[in-house]
């Protein structure tokens, strides 16, 4: 059992360049989320999503867009980069009990 | 969102206890949560409690919830060098939808 699987785990990119980052997961869970890590201000979500097509505005969505095509995947979209988007990205998933979430091992982003 | 706080450091000797504290402003929520994310990974889930506890105790683990205050703690005892991580709290709702997660607290265990 995988889990939750991110790719990339590092990327560097030049200011104004676009990527996508891609998040599976294998236990069947409807909802899942994006979060970007700081230091000193935690986790900040940027989407998430509660079921296969569907998506949502967390605390920090500018400059990032989503898709959810798929139950098992959960892309997180930078169109133009900017270096206040460097930060560690990281998607997690639950349940339906929403007892525990499943972070991935997170993509380590540097925009220059 | 909603205000999740932690103090930034910590730092602890072999064998001492630890406690981290956290509050929180939304009295709501379901579940109060403790992760750990060691350098490098993903965060994982410690413990959890539900929020009309008032403790909770796991081997090594002893989670305080004070609902008046609105103030977690998690103890840890006999504190490790491998429990060096940093240490966050979060709030979540049996809804399933978001977590508010605290800003972290870095634990340096000191040999």
């Known amino acids: 059992n995988a889990g939750v699987t991110q790719t990339p785990k590092f990327r560097v990119l030049k200011t104004g360049q676009s990527m996508t980052l891609l998040c599976a997961q294998d236990?069947?869970?409807?909802?899942m989320y994006w979060y970007r890590q700081d230091p000193g201000m935690g986790l900040r979500l940027i989407h998430y999503s509660v079921g296969e097509g569907t998506t949502a505005k967390g605390e920090v969505p500018d400059g990032y867009n989503v898709s959810r095509l798929k139950k098992q995947n959960f892309l997180l979209g930078l169109e133009s980069a900017a270096p206040s988007q460097t930060s560690v990205y990281f998607c997690?998933?639950?349940?339906?009990?929403?007892?525990?979430?499943?972070f991935g091992q997170g993509t380590r982003l540097t925009v220059v | 969102g909603e205000d999740v706080e932690q103090s930034l450091f910590l730092s602890v000797r072999e064998g001492d206890s630890s406690v981290i504290n956290c509050t929180y402003t939304?009295?709501?929520?379901?579940?109060l949560y403790w992760y750990k994310q060691e350098p490098g990974a993903g965060l994982q889930l410690l413990t959890y409690i539900f929020s009309n506890m008032d403790m909770k105790q796991d081997q090594r683990l002893t989670v305080l919830l004070n609902k008046k205050d609105k103030h977690l703690s998690l103890r840890i005892a006999d504190t490790q060098t491998g429990d060096s991580a940093i240490y966050f709290c979060a709030e979540g709702w049996d809804t399933g939808n978001q977590f508010y997660f605290g800003t972290g607290t870095s634990l340096t265990v000191i040999p």
């Open positions: 997690a998933s639950t349940g339906e009990l929403n007892t525990e979430a499943f």
């Open positions: 939304d009295s709501s929520s379901t579940y």
């Open positions: 236990m069947n869970h409807e909802y």
